[in-house]
């Protein structure tokens, strides 16, 4: 109802019983119904379906057949094949938001590895994305500005027929960067609205 555009799971909920796909789609989807009625506004809810592939697929056709209209994938702990199957199948013809967990370990590496561009940027997009979140230098992930410029870059420049990607700049964000994100990256892209949760002792 606050204006935010995308919802999305947090990449460690994957399908435990306390909390499983089906319900959380269920009651996620009432919410967004819910501010259609009031609001007029449509909210995708990326729900994170993440698992080995043939778990992923059947979970991405169950939620896809019963309203999903957006679905998350941590892609790098099951890799850029795997994604380009969800992409590539006609009946899961919703968004995909590309998690970056995992990816540091193929470019944190001063010693080896991929260029950061390369492995967020370009593969992600050649694999099906159609929205790739990624750490930011602005916070609490060692990253250089050059870097993840160029990360966007790979996802919204001219590249043969691909589609343009949005990119997600993420990690330690606040409101009072939003300028700065826009002078760095324009505005086609994701910022990430992050509300905290304090439990009680």
């Known amino acids: 109802v606050g204006g935010i555009d995308i919802i999305k799971d947090d990449e460690l909920l994957a399908d435990p019983e306390f909390c499983t796909v089906e319900a959380r789609l269920e009651e996620c989807l009432k919410a967004c119904n819910k501010v259609y009625k009031e609001t007029g506004r449509k909210v995708l809810y990326s729900i994170n379906i993440t698992d080995n592939l043939d778990k992923m697929m059947k979970k991405a056709k169950y939620v896809v057949r019963n309203g999903a209209n957006c679905i998350m994938v ?23 938001l590309t998690h970056p967990d995992f990816a540091g370990a193929m470019f944190g590496s001063p010693t080896y590895g991929l260029s950061s561009s390369l492995v967020l940027g370009k593969l992600a997009r050649l694999a099906g994305s159609d929205m790739v979140i990624y750490p930011s230098y602005y916070g609490k992930v060692p990253m250089v500005k050059e870097r993840v410029i160029r990360i966007a870059q790979e996802l919204t420049s001219k590249f043969y027929h691909l589609k343009r990607v949005f990119p997600g700049p993420s990690a330690g964000m606040h409101p009072g960067l939003v300028a700065k994100m826009f002078d760095d990256f324009g505005i086609d892209l994701l910022i990430n609205a992050i509300k905290k949760i304090v439990g009680l002792q």
Not at 82 to 92: M, N, P, Y
């Open 74 to 96: 941590n892609t790098y702990t099951v890799h850029y094949s795997t994604l380009s199957c969800l992409a590539e199948d006609s009946s899961i013809n919703v968004p995909i």
